[in-house]
């Protein structure tokens, strides 16, 4: 059982950055691929960047290709994004999810979930 628990959501103007923190209980978090997802009103829940187990490798949704980083660190059981150049298109609730299996871009895949964390960008 893993716990999720997301830090550092936000009202920031277009063109600001935020850095999302995503903290989670257990023993066993190196042994998860780690993903942030968003979901804004009326919209599916989409991808936005994954992290494998030991961090060496990451991956990102289209949009925010360039402009977010994700990273991990196992030895403090966390899992950051760090967004820049942010746009009121990514205005969504950002969810923190854990997978242990291998298939980083679908939420369906992930084992759990934190509760979210409100980004709003105004223009």
């Known amino acids: 059982q893993v716990q999720l628990v997301e830090s550092g959501g936000g009202l920031v103007q277009a063109g600001g950055s935020l850095r999302l923190s995503c903290s989670a209980s257990?023993?066993?978090?190196?042994?998860?691929?780690m993903g942030w997802f968003r979901q804004a009103p009326g919209k599916e829940r989409e991808f936005v960047a994954g992290?494998?187990?030991?961090?060496?490798?990451?991956w990102y949704g289209d949009s925010v290709k360039g402009r977010f980083t994700i990273s991990r660190d196992n030895t403090k059981n966390a899992v950051y994004l760090q967004m820049i150049s942010l746009k009121p298109e990514d205005t969504a609730v950002y969810y923190c999810?854990?997978?242990?299996?291998?298939?980083?871009?679908?939420?369906?895949?992930?084992?759990?979930w934190g509760q979210g964390t409100q980004i709003t960008v105004s223009s």
């Open positions: 257990g023993r066993t978090f190196s042994s998860y691929i």
């Open positions: 992290v494998s187990r030991s961090g060496d490798s990451t």
């Open positions: 999810a854990a997978e242990r299996g291998i298939h980083i871009d679908n939420p369906n895949r992930y084992d759990y």
